[in-house]
């Protein structure tokens, strides 16, 4: 269960809020070795958040929400693999939406950063999605699917990938995907996993969808064979709904 934060809270406010999500996992005995939960901070707060964990031995995972596709150098205003590695992260989105749309991060793109994230031994989490106009024209899969083959294009032998669906049309719009429709992408997403890296990171990659994820809902997702989890936006921010999701 991944709480991307996206462009919220502050680094002092994420010391408040890693500490009380802590607090309301334990006391609802959360069982960390089920279901593990990271949250996905601004990279201001990573500093923090990492001291926060490891100061007080909290079982939290935690990723940043983006990463440079260069290594290092005159990149003003990035921020490299290295050094998020060096903080400890284990996990980076890659190519969310709202980057694809308002950065306009292509697929070559986003297949650079998934390589230097896999090279630094980090675990990308490379979103796909189709928007609404996307399934009116060539229906759910053929978007994500192809997003997908781009994104691995330069994946070479990645044993530990995370992929999300998160179909456009249904992130902060409170119109979630059925489970139904969830499944059926997530099947296909498993199989060009399985068609590039191998049967067995088919088998192991964990596919989470997102979009309208909350507490009411999550349930039919987690049903669905090939849907092990979620990638929670809004409701990430709520304390006690996050924890009730995982
Ligand atoms: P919402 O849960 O707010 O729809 O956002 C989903 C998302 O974009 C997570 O990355």
Not at 21 to 37: I, Q
Request: hydrophobic share 45%.
């Amino acid at each position: 269960i991944a709480g991307n934060w996206k462009m919220n809270l502050s680094h002092l406010q994420s010391i408040a809020f890693v500490q009380k999500l802590a607090w309301s996992l334990k006391d609802a005995r959360h069982d960390y070795s089920v279901t593990e939960v990271a949250v996905f901070p601004p990279f201001t707060d990573l500093r923090s958040v990492q001291t926060l964990i490891s100061a007080d031995k909290i079982e939290l995972g935690f990723g940043a929400q983006d990463l440079s596709a260069h290594a290092s150098g005159a990149y003003t205003g990035e921020i490299s693999a290295g050094f998020l590695k060096a903080l400890d992260v284990q996990y980076v989105i890659i190519g969310h939406s709202e980057r694809r749309q308002y950065h306009h991060e292509s697929d070559e793109l986003i297949a650079e950063k998934v390589a230097i994230a896999v090279e630094n031994g980090l675990v990308p989490v490379i979103c796909v999605g189709e928007t609404a106009e996307d399934l009116e024209l060539y229906g759910p899969s053929a978007v994500p699917v192809r997003q997908l083959h781009g994104a691995l294009a330069l994946a070479g032998d990645a044993t530990n990938i995370v992929v999300a669906y998160e179909p456009v049309w249904a992130i902060g719009s409170g119109q979630a995907a059925t489970p139904e429709q969830a499944e059926q992408v997530a099947e296909q997403l498993r199989s060009v996993v399985a068609g590039v890296l191998g049967d067995d990171a088919g088998d192991a990659t964990r596919i989470l969808y997102g979009g309208s994820v909350k507490s009411s809902n999550i349930a039919g997702f987690l049903r669905q064979p090939n849907v092990d989890g979620a990638l929670v936006g809004g409701a990430s921010l709520d304390i006690s709904e996050f924890a009730s999701i995982a």
